[in-house]
């Protein structure tokens, strides 16, 4: 059992904010985990950061259970978190059971589905197996055909309604947080005022009770990130001046130096050596 459990992250709302970050391999979850993150989220965010698609709606579960287990095997200390992919959970309740355990045989100790109000069977179901489950409402990405491309919601009445809706069915059907993406903050300090379990915002404002990022955004691997990143770091930078560096010293024969190779000391015994192992070659090639 790791010492973040959903339980902790429940008693930490009006008390303590909750830190969420994504994380899709090994070392990248060990970083996470060693940085004291709370939540260590396996998102499809995966399909775009990872795999450079233009949306996650390509993500398979496959693909998730394989990059949960990569991160589960690093991460002792916080909660590990994995999302639920486009349509593994739409098409029935019994499908979206049998994916969040294969997501918990993985190594995950909660799942993320999208939606709420429209999921309530679900989330019940699932919890009531012994699956803890986080909701998302606000921008719901596996929605991207619909929604015409990622937008700010909260801007209409039909809007606010919808996503508190989703929030209080979440609430109810026993999820232990929310996620509001890209929402009007003044909606989120609603939403976050209006349930018992905390929420937790992606450009959302400070109102929420915890926040998340996409590793990649946060880090600076990009140029072109949602406009609510803050670049905590320019690793896209540093990783290129290292490899222009390793690229120049290979060109001019300064890498590898003296400490990074091994020579024979005695160098009669390399020629001795040498002159058997060339003579025993030329014997193998005429027996040919
Ligand atoms: N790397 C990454 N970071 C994320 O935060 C993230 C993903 N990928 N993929 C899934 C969703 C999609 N997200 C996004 C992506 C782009 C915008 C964005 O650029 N919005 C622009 C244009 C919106 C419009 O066309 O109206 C904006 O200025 O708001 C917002 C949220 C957030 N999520
Ligand atoms: C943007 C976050 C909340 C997400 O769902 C993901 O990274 O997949
Ligand atoms: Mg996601």
Redesign the pocket.
Known sequence: MREITTKRIMEMKGKEKIT?V?AYDYPSGLIADKAGIDII?V????GM?VYGDEN?LNVTMDQMVYHTRAVAKAVKRGLVLA?MPFMSYETSVEEGIKNAARLVQAGADAV?I?GGYDHKKLVKKLVRSGIPVMG?TGLT?QRYLRLGGYHITGETEEEIEEIIRDAKALEKAGAFAV?L?FVLSDVAKLVTEEVKIPT?G?GSGPYCDGQ???WHDLLGFYEHTPPFVKKYADLRNIIQLALENYKEEVKDGKFPSGQYYWEFLDKDDFEKKKKRAMERLSQEESED
């Not at 998102?43 to 995966?46: A, F, H, P, T, V």
């Open positions: 969420m994504t989220f998102g499809d965010s995966l950061v996650t999302d993320k999208e998302h990405p996620v993406e937790i992606i998340v990022l996409v």
